[in-house]
């Protein structure tokens, strides 16, 4: 046994648990000076990055062997049984004993080997009684170092998330990832080959091992994919949250005096104030795009209230295309498994954003129905036109839409090519779900008309006289005269 009644399978167990110890607290213990989230994080993680690679670097040198040659801790066992000093150097194959070894625990400056030089010779040639067997072999040392890494795997999965709650963006994420890779460029860059952690796992374990394909890649993944969820369910919540409450709250509504159902396009005879269509000036390139603009807004029925909408729609479509467009691939050769996992995340993104989209529009669809519900009939047509409104010019204005539904794509042909041969499939199953809103919106005004008109046609019937005076009479017998012409 060695000291503390330690063999040598014992001395490794105590070096892993300690540094599992030491990952424990890197993960617990506050960062001085790293207050921002992004900060901090990146700190614990590159802590722990070290003490992985310290641990399996020094657990190579210590306690594997080349050939027929003992490990190290072997060798300084050996070298006690015969002598207090530990030997610092080997010069044609013959270890030349350096300083007693417990001067090494003190600062050169302090003197302490001429201390050591003057004690009493039977300390001076003490050597402690060791048993070195039984000898730690290397299948044992693989196991033992294959358990503690999944041992640490295990841990970081458990933690590392949680630590990460406060990240929101991709750009937080792909700033921590670029900063890890920096730290393990080397070490992960087999193509040099040669490096000193490379070398220690080919002797560990008798293959190479990535730290960040086996302990971090997929946490990394899933929060990307968690950033993504969180982005498109605000996207959803919209019809609910945003439009819902200014729509049915009347209270509150901008529908209440019925003044923004339809885009005032001339003013009031007696009004000397501002008119949309005021025509440009052909010389003021400025009043021609201010007439233009008003000339659209009028054409699609923009209402302020509409315009919110579709805003609050595009600019969060534009806010998440921007962050996940930050999901870059700084490295070459595909060292990190980046090509493949941006493909992976930035189909995630598509599909996520098509299946937000599409609640979205369910989302109106229940709009509607809460609103057919109202007892007051014209404001039942009010909502449902503005929400039929709100939905074409989603599917035929929204820029931002196609650009975040297919990445990588030139969406100026969504808008060059009317025979839509080359249109996203998905942007166009979206198109027809909106207009969809955009014509059963219209439902309950066409009811309302067709009543109006029914009850007004059946009051003017009932109440003339069917003679040959009568208006009804002849516009009755002249259909029938060009019917049967």
């Known amino acids: 046994m060695l000291l503390d009644d330690l063999s040598y399978k014992d001395t490794l167990d105590r070096l892993l648990n300690i ?27 590159k802590d722990i990055i ?55 625990l003190f600062s050169p400056t302090s003197d302490v080997h001429l201390v050591m030089r003057y004690l009493p010779e039977a300390i001076l040639k003490y050597t402690p009684q060791f048993e070195p067997a039984p000898l730690l072999p290397h299948g044992e040392v693989k196991s033992m170092i294959l358990a503690w890494l999944q041992k640490v795997k295990y ?52 293959q190479q091992y990535s730290i960040w394909n086996s302990m971090f890649r997929e946490i990394f993944i899933e929060k990307e994919k968690q950033i993504i969820d969180l982005g498109f369910i605000k996207l959803m919540e919209q019809p609910k949250f945003i439009i819902e409450p200014l729509l049915l709250n009347y209270s509150q509504s901008p529908l209440k005096e019925h003044s923004e159902i339809s885009v005032d396009v001339w003013p009031p005879v007696a009004s000397t ?35 919110q909408f579709q805003s609050s729609f595009d600019t969060l479509l534009d806010k998440l295309k921007q962050d996940i467009d930050t999901y870059t691939i700084p490295y070459e050769n595909n060292l990190f498994q980046c090509s493949f996992d941006s493909v992976t995340i930035k189909s995630y993104f598509e599909d996520k954003c098509f299946d937000a989209v599409m609640n979205y529009t369910s989302g109106l669809k229940g709009l509607l129905k809460k609103a057919v519900e109202l007892t007051d009939e014209t404001k039942v047509n009010d909502i449902s036109i503005i929400i039929g409104r709100l939905a074409k010019n989603i599917a035929t204005l929204s820029t931002q839409l196609p650009k975040t539904l297919k990445i990588d794509n030139d969406t100026s042909t969504v808008y060059a090519l009317y025979s839509s041969i080359d249109k996203d499939p998905k942007y166009a199953i979206i198109q027809n ?23 007004s046609l059946e009051s003017i019937l009932w109440t003339h006289n069917w003679d040959d005076q009568c208006p009804s009479f002849l516009i009755w017998e002249s259909e029938l005269l060009l019917i049967f012409d």
């Open 50 to 104: 070290m003490v992985i690679r310290k641990t399996m670097i020094q657990a190579n040198e210590i306690f594997t062997r080349n050939e027929n040659e003992s490990t190290l801790i072997e060798s300084y066992v050996s070298s006690f049984q015969q002598t207090f000093s530990i030997p610092s150097s080997t010069t044609n194959g013959t270890e030349i004993p350096n300083q007693p070894a417990v001067t090494r």
């Open 273 to 307: 104030g501002y008119n949309l269509l005021t025509l440009p000036s052909s010389s003021s390139s400025k009043e021609i795009i201010t007439f233009h603009h008003a000339l659209s807004r009028i054409a699609h029925d923009q209402v302020d209230i509409l315009i």
């Open 433 to 455: 779900e909106l207009m969809d809103v955009f014509h059963e919106a219209h439902t309950p005004w066409l009811n309302y008309l067709n009543r109006v008109f029914s009850k």
């Open 19 to 45: 540094r599992f110890q030491l990952i424990h607290d890197t993960i617990h213990s506050p960062i001085k000076g790293a207050d921002h989230p992004t900060s901090r994080i990146l700190h614990q993680v």
């Open 155 to 206: 841990y970081i999965h458990d933690q590392l998330p949680s630590m990460m709650d406060s990240l929101d963006t991709e750009g937080q994420l792909t700033k921590i990832k670029n900063k890890i890779w920096e730290t393990l460029y080397e070490d992960e860059n087999t193509v040099r080959g040669g490096n000193k952690w490379q070398t220690s796992m080919q002797l560990l374990l008798d």
